[in-house]
């Protein structure tokens, strides 16, 4: 596999904006969202794509299979502690926390309960507006498999709010 | 509530049923209170995840990001320059911002320098040039010009940044095209300039890199490729 052909790298460059929402709904912050959309692009310029790949979808596998990466190799609870948010306690410095990240860390927070299949599949299609299909190429698995995880997720995260309301 | 009613709900907010699945779900959740109270959870819940990440920024790319990729082609794609500013003791001598309308620079007007409009020359250089990282194009009148790179302005018109070399001086600028018309935006001393250039000080003298800050303000983008150029020339920037 070569390096990116003239297509392939104003493809990936026009897919750059989307992956980065992609990376922030991942990860949650925007540094580590900027953290996980470098390492992407690195890895991608690096073992460049197949002729025949749609450049986006392979850039979303990539970054798809750099996150599991990182979940594999740190505990995602020590290197994103923001994740974990204790409902109960409100610090002063969380009030003063911009409703946007509050509302960020709080929706991270509940994916962070889902496992990485199905928080994969439910970002890629409620968060980042891919089909079914496009969701299936990216992970790599049947549409069937990708609506029955989505459907599980939202089930859960519905379970999960509904918890939360009653506390 | 079975797993199927799950699933079907669930595409349901994706978009993701026929024509007549939705119809029949619409009838289920009119007859059925339990399926809709889902269905209303789900959305709920739907919206959450939607405007949490529906934020100003959210798909804002770093800067060294996208260079990365500029960066990596051999010249099918041009990343901007980078460019270093002058240093404190480098005066600028001249910095041109094209009056409103005009096409041409005024030559009459005192102190602007002789061969640095945008005349029929320069506007066949402008028109179907390619953009070159280095070397010059040698015009009729010994004049040498070299387009730099072409972007796509925010009023979604073209601009070229080029090089201009008149009488031993070096110039550097941003032509823009509107309808018919290229019209000189920002012009300015390349650096290492000589004595002569330091001559004409414009009220915008001081401003040690117009060009870039023009650049910078301006851009919707990233320079174009070498390609999509080619095509814009071909097309006669339409």
Redesign the interface.
Known sequence: MASLSDLQREALLAELGGLRKFCLSLTGKAADADDLLQTTVERVLAKGMPDDAHPAKWAYRVCKNAWIDELRSRDVRQKYPHLVVDETEVSPSAEHTAGGEREIAAVSAALEELSTDQRLALTLVAIDGKTYAEAAEILEVPVGTIMSRIARARKHLVEIYGSVDKS | MS?SD??I???Y??G?LGASQVQQLERRLGQEPGLRS?LE??Q???A??????D?P??????A???R???D??NS??IAFPQRHKAGLGFAVAASLLAASGLLFFDQSQPGVPAGTSIDTLLVQELENTPSRGDGWNLLADGRKMRPVLSFQRVDNTWCREYMLETQGQQWHGVACRSETQWTTAVLSPAEGLGSSAAEFRPASAGDTDQVQDFVDSQALD?AL?L??EAQLIKDGWK
């Open positions: 797993t799950h699933e709900l669930s595409q907010l994706d993701e889902q959870r789900l709920s819940v739907n959450s995840l939607v405007s949490a990440f934020i920024g959210a798909d804002t790319v770093p060294s990001v996208t990365m990729v500029t990596s082609g099918n794609v990233i490729s390609k999509r």
